[in-house]
């Protein structure tokens, strides 16, 4: 360990900052919102105060600052002169202060780290000046994962933590309860900027753990594609606190690592025709782990409500009167989308995009094919591979032009991702020909074409000659 951050309070106590440039501003922006008396020692230079100052700022327009050295913590000194710095920081350090002279290494008693500030709880990173442009990067990453609320969760609990200790005086019991409680529906208050409620959560959470009735928590969380880097920032956190994970065969090992390592994992994963654990088994396992206090997330390929039977589960969780929330995925059609640059719409080319289920119920509604069969529609096909030679045919068959451009994306977005490019007459051929295992997305439209990938005009008409 190169440096050691320590973690300085700074209620009550006094930051001076001296130096009229931007060097000076940026530590004043810094200490906004902080809880301390905040000195600006312009050093004899009249300045135009920033709007968004910290409202307990004193500025001194003073050439000699010394008289607000005394009962200092931190001092910052933001001046051009390297001579007049080492005089300020040695005034200061007399007056007891730690002494940060901006951009100026060899002078500072302690550098200023990068930080992200969320109130009761901050997090500081620092290279020591080696490489600020990595750690500028580990703190846009570590931004994105910290929920917004939990400085306010952190200082909600704290106005609770005598109480707490009374209700459970065993350490365990008391971190148990915090454990749940922190990760409960207080944590989505306090990001909404909800304090009264979350407090209220939390004393409603204290209740019935008191009398041992905690209540659990069922997220359908949409896992999108397979490459992690497509969950949303919510559905990491949400997997990351997850007390049991109920998924499906499609959630890509590498989105299942992302969860706590005691979590329980329940692999519910269906493979066409064959379900291993079925639907009403799986509505009744959420219930369950629900009903015993626990944070479940159903994780689901893509986003639970596009051909995920997501519906179906909230409302039986919803009927037994269990909280549930949903959390959006992206979907295959986006990603396969995305992946081949085929833009679903496009003004010159599909008015409309439709996903379509290549496995529709039996006993259901079927598809309209004389609706799917427009010209400036784009069609996105899940579950399609098996049935692609009735879909073409019939598609054709409503008016859809033989020659449409298709493709097939399987795996779209993960390891092992194929894009297959055909026409709607030569679709049923290109599939027995390519031996498709993954799961795989039929995109048909003229959009095809604009993918970099798409066939020429020239093997369209080959291909075309050749059916
Ligand atoms: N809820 C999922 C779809 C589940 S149905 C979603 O929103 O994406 C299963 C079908 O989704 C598969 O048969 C396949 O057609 C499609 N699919 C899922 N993941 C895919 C991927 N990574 N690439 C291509 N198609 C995929």
Redesign the pocket.
Known sequence: MDQFLPAIPLKDTRVVVLGSGAAALNKLRLFRTAPCELVWCTLGKPVAAPADLNPNTRIITDANPCRMLRGARLVFIGVEERKLARVLARKARKAGALVNVIDDSPLCDFYTPALIDRGAITVALSSGGTAPVLVRDLRSALESVIAPGIGLLAETARTLRHRVSKVFPDVDARRRFWEHTLRGPATRLADQGDADGARRAMIAALNTSAAGTGKGVVHLV?AG??DPELLTVRAARLIRDADVIVHDR?VSPAVLDRARRDAIRIDVGKTAGHHPVPQGKISDLLIEHARLGRRVVRL?????F???RGGEEIEAVRNQGIEVYVTP?I??AL??GASAQIPLTHRDAAQAVTFVTGQPRKNGPQLDYAALAASTHTLVI???VAVAAILSRRLVQAGREGATPVAI??????DGERRIFTTLNQLATAIAGQQIT????LVIGDVVNRAPEALSGLAHQMLEQAA
């Open positions: 949409g594609p397979g499609l689901k390929g893509g986003d639970s596009i051909f995920g995925g979907s295959a990603a396969a899940y579950m399609g994306v399987e795996n779209a977005t993960c993954g799961p795989a997305v």
